[in-house]
């Protein structure tokens, strides 16, 4: 049995532990509702732009020409993997190292290159055989849309340049504080939108006229759209992280808190097997002298 004076040093380091991972608790918290603000403004600016790119395609004449549309051989693709910068979020990183581990071993037939969001994802993939051309680090868990623009305009211009054929984003999908969903998504080239119709297979899109003509419009649109959709993609991802790290801590401190239960149990069973070994070398002492 540890003695007296092992027991309370480990109940002093839980109690530490304990108020370290209630602070970071609190502290993801309050990350998270800024994190979840952020997804919520972002997703209706999000579905407006692509109804809107999906009544234009309806209302222009014949196919529309843009370089992000354009479907061809895939010779090679990219992969986008976002994680976090840190750790203590439960299986959040793992979860996503895990499906992209996977999703490269399943796609292995094309050359493929990946491209790292987060710091957990550059120390697991850099010491793998992997091809990586891009990594975006020190997030700190806040959304910064000078990096986010950066990141869109290193992956369109490989798309446009014929670098790579195809895009794919692997993200997490914030759907509450405690779930989350893991995504995979073709970020390029897009799809071409269609035109939206009512129940009775009515159009339900207005009547547009081109000024100067649908392709510079869709040349000026093209390039906000793509980097609404990842910013909306790594809005998603830090919400999923700060919630995942929120309940990790969470869980943390309770098993902190019935650590200490059971410690101070010990301690008080200790304590008292003491004073009790005490009194009997007392009475002993008392009884031999007596005899």
Known sequence: MATLREVKKSIRSVASTKR?????EMVAAAKLRRAQQRVEEARPFAEKMAQMLSHLASAAQGDIVHPYFEERE???????????????CGSYNSNVIRRASKWLKKHSDVATEVVLVGKKAHDFFSRRDYQIV?????????????????????LT?????????????MYTKFLSTVKYELTTETYLPIASPESGHDNEGESTVADYIFEPDAESIYSALMPGYATTRM??????????EHGSRMIAMNAATTNAGDMMKALTLEFNKARQAQITKELLE??????ALNA
């Open 20 to 24: 370290i991972t209630g602070a970071m």
């Open 74 to 88: 895939i010779k090679k693709r990219t992969l986008v993997v976002v994680v976090s910068d840190r750790g203590l």
């Open 134 to 154: 891009g990594t975006w680090r020190d997030w700190e868990g806040v959304l910064k849309y000078d990096k986010a623009k950066e990141i869109v305009k290193f």
């Open 157 to 169: 211009d490989r798309f446009i340049s014929g670098e790579t054929d195809e895009i794919t984003l």
């Open 231 to 240: 910013v909306t993609a790594l809005a998603e991802s830090f919400a999923s």
């Open 282 to 287: 007392v009475v002993s002492g008392a009884e």
